[in-house]
């Protein structure tokens, strides 16, 4: 978002201010009006109270959810078996995965409902209920991140444009790398949609419809691309892939 925000202030003029705290806590501002736009990678669900006509949820880009450790870690490739078994707490050490006989620290996002706790939720188990076994919880994705950095028994998740940005070790997924083109034709599995979310019964609500509009330009498809993330409309069938899960998600408890 940063980058395509700086680039629509050099091209029009129009400043996007732009505020940390993740997925719901932009889908509520936006919801109460107190922002004009806001970020999401996950879609609403029934707690957003964003089901209201006037709320969007404007699908601009394919992400991966991707599986980090610290650069210190010897793995370089990970299950998806091994990833649920990670997270409902089966895999508790680094021997377990052929590593030395460490325990494994798992990072995760508090919350049900947060942006990377809920896809996870979603993708590895298509249950948004389903209750992680974590080493340390922490509010928002940035210093989760920052903590793995520093911990060589630190495992986590995280979107690629962020875990590119870090100094981390990103893991293969069965194999296959979070690459522009795997994500692209979805043979990396652990891909979600993201999300501008806009209010139509907002006062700047035309200058947010032709922020949308520079997200599929040209320039701004370009701008992703350089993020590690896939334009929506370069990839629209993969989101049949996940009208099941869509469909699945029921009111969640956080």
Known sequence: MAELASAYEEKTGTKIELE????TK????????????GGSCRFRVNNDDASRASIKFNPVAWDALTVVVNPANQLDSISLQSLRDIYSGKITNWSQLGGPDQPLELYVREG???????MIRQLLFNDPQMRFVGSEFFPSSGPLEKAIEKNPNAIG???????RKRNFKILKLDGKEPSFENIKNGSYTLYRPLYIVSNRESENYAEV???????????????????GVVPYLEAVWLSSNLQRQ???SRKIKN
Do not use: C, P, Y
């Not at 049900?112 to 809920?118: A, E, F, R, T």
């Open 20 to 23: 940390g705290g993740g997925a």
């Open 26 to 37: 932009g889908i509520q501002k936006v919801i109460s009006k107190s922002v004009d736009v």
């Open 112 to 118: 049900k409902i947060s942006g990377v706790g809920h």
């Open 157 to 163: 998740m995280t979107g690629i444009s962020s875990a």
């Open 209 to 227: 419809k032709r922020f949308l509009n520079f997200t599929h330009s040209r320039e701004g498809r370009d701008i992703m691309r350089d993020n």
């Open 246 to 248: 869509w469909s699945d």
